[in-house]
Structures are given as C-alpha cells and as structure tokens.
C-alpha cells in the first residue's frame, strides 16, 4: 500500500480531510509553511481552511515575518462548534 502524503495528488472524494499540525520556536517559519501549504493546495484545485489564533497581525489571519499574509478563521476557546 502507498502511503500518502498531505502533498500527494489523491482523486476526488477519496479522503475527506487532513489535519496538519506544525509547531516550532518562534521565527522557525510555521507561518510561511502553512501559507506555501495552502497555496500549493489551492494551485492543485484542494479547498481547505486556514486557522489561526494569535497571530502577530492581531487579527484573523496568517501572517508571516517576510510579509506574507492570508485571512482566516480565527479559532477562540469557547470553539466547540465546527459549523464553519
């Protein structure tokens, strides 16, 4: 059996979702990955959400030291429901 990787071309509807997790020091580049990530997703005709919470912009959104930056779903403590 092949293993498959978040990157892997997968056919429509053979998987319903991914969750990547990535952590690190601060200025390790997580910020980057997950906007390289997504586009790279995006190029290849995946949907997916962005998340985040606490980011340096102060606001919903990714946002990178190189000033790269996309909006997103900011994600609170009391998120218990998944209606997004």
């Known amino acids: 059996m092949t293993e498959l990787s978040a990157l892997s071309a997968v056919p429509s509807g053979a998987r ?3 969750l990547k997790f990535y952590f690190g020091p601060m200025d390790c580049g997580k910020s980057t990955l997950a906007l ?3 586009y790279n997703h995006g190029r290849q ?3 997916g959400l962005v998340l985040t919470k606490h ?3 102060g ?3 990714v946002t990178s030291r190189i000033g790269l930056g ?3 779903i900011e994600v609170e403590d009391s998120s218990t429901s998944y209606g997004w």
Do not use: F, Y
């Open 16 to 18: 319903d979702a991914v």
């Open 36 to 38: 390289q990530m997504n």
């Open 45 to 47: 005709g995946r949907r």
């Open 55 to 57: 980011d340096r912009s």
């Open 59 to 61: 606001g919903p959104k």
């Open 70 to 72: 996309l909006e997103a």
